[in-house]
């Protein structure tokens, strides 16, 4: 049995192997006795893309030591030479409590001088890289340069942040997303989220070198042996699209589809936030939480859903899904925290192993 003592915002907490006991102080609004509470060790690998999955992955963290954090990279971006991850940075800063939870990316308190110099003397700058965030790109390209994996780097960013999660690239090759739009062509992700705002029409979506490259050995064993994979809730086509169409992944995922738990990214038809509603309208799916239960049914069995979805309960259950209702937005601690124990509650229910 194991005895950790951790601190997450303020708020301390003793685990052991079968339960966490909060002990901290009132810290943000808290209430001191809402933090006496029971929550069980158990072993979660989270599929995580961008802004959305970093406030459960944080909740889960602050409540289970042994996770695993399967990043997308999909929309990694060479930029002026530099190697940008964002998805595995918002992870690393995020569980570094050093993201800026108001963007949802980058470094909090960051400038952006560099980027100014960069435009005055006519270089693009379209793309926000901070000032702090770029110490992160510059080192991880130079590693990349001297012949590691992104795998390695990714571990050696987690190690000097003190982060305990692992936090695994779905795939150490490059993959890219690109969409595809009816004015401008075929754009790299980030030049159409962020260069042109994400306003032209897509027609399509696809995730280059996926077919053709092979999944993280790591993150595969990941999926194999804990107790639940979780899908966080991100977006579906440009943020799981890419590790899912990843064949090893994928099938990996379908081998363990009895304890592969998935949380809606959507409310009432609606994104929490970002374009998932126009990439899942481009590829011919129903964006609704029955749209992304039907994108995810071969590989999940158990789908959490808004409340305000209540609706589609009966529909999801006819894609052999148990379906639960909880509040699912995360706008603040309290709500992360809240999420993550429904969670690992349900993991507990239904250990396989
Ligand atoms: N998102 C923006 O909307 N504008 C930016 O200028 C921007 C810069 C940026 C730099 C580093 C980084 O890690 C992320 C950045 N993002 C920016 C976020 C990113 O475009 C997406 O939100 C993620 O790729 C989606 O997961």
Redesign the pocket.
């Known amino acids: 049995m194991f005895k950790q003592t951790s601190q997450w915002e303020g708020l301390s907490y003793t685990s052991n192997s079968s339960s966490i006991v909060y002990e901290g102080s009132a810290v943000g609004g808290y209430n001191k006795n809402a933090y006496l509470l029971q929550c069980y060790l158990t072993i979660i690998t989270v599929l995580a893309?961008?802004?959305g999955s970093i406030k459960l992955v944080r909740g889960l963290a602050a409540m289970e030591k042994d996770i695993s954090v399967i990043c997308?990279v999909g929309?990694n971006i060479w930029i002026h030479n530099l190697y940008?991850?964002?998805?595995i940075?918002?992870i690393i800063y995020g569980l570094a409590n050093i993201l800026d939870q108001k963007?949802?990316?980058?470094i909090k308190g960051d400038s952006f001088h560099c980027l100014a110099q960069l435009k005055k003397i006519g270089a693009s700058a379209?793309?926000?890289?901070?000032d702090r965030?770029l110490a992160m790109h510059l080192l991880r390209t130079s590693m990349l340069k001297e012949g590691k994996s992104l795998s390695e780097i990714t571990n050696f960013f987690r190690d000097c942040y003190s982060i305990s999660a692992q936090i695994i690239p779905a795939t150490d090759r490059e993959v890219m997303t690109t969409i595809v739009t009816s004015t401008l062509g075929e754009l790299h992700?980030?030049e159409f989220?962020?260069r042109h705002k994400g306003r032209p029409k897509v027609t399509g979506v696809r995730y280059e070198n996926a077919s053709s490259v092979t999944a993280n050995p790591a993150a595969l064993d990941a999926i194999e042996r804990c107790h639940a994979v979780v899908i966080a809730p991100a977006?579906p086509v440009?943020?799981i699209g890419p590790m899912i169409a990843l064949t090893d992944l994928r099938k990996a995922l379908v081998r363990n589809r009895d304890k592969v738990i998935a949380i809606s990214p959507l409310i009432g038809g609606k994104a929490v936030s970002?374009p998932a509603v126009k990439y899942m309208k481009a590829l011919g799916l129903q964006a609704s939480s029955f749209g992304v239960a039907k994108y995810y049914h071969d590989f999940v069995s158990k789908f959490i859903i808004s409340k305000g979805d209540h609706r589609m309960k009966l529909q999801i259950e006819t894609l052999d899904m148990q379906v639960y209702e909880t509040n699912i937005t995360m706008k603040t601690k309290r709500d992360e925290l809240s999420l993550s124990r429904r969670l690992l509650r349900l993991v507990e229910k239904n250990k396989i192993k």
């Open positions: 893309g961008g802004t997308n929309d940008v991850c964002p998805d940075d918002t963007r949802g990316w980058g379209w793309f926000g890289l901070g965030d992700l980030q989220w962020v977006n440009s943020s970002g």
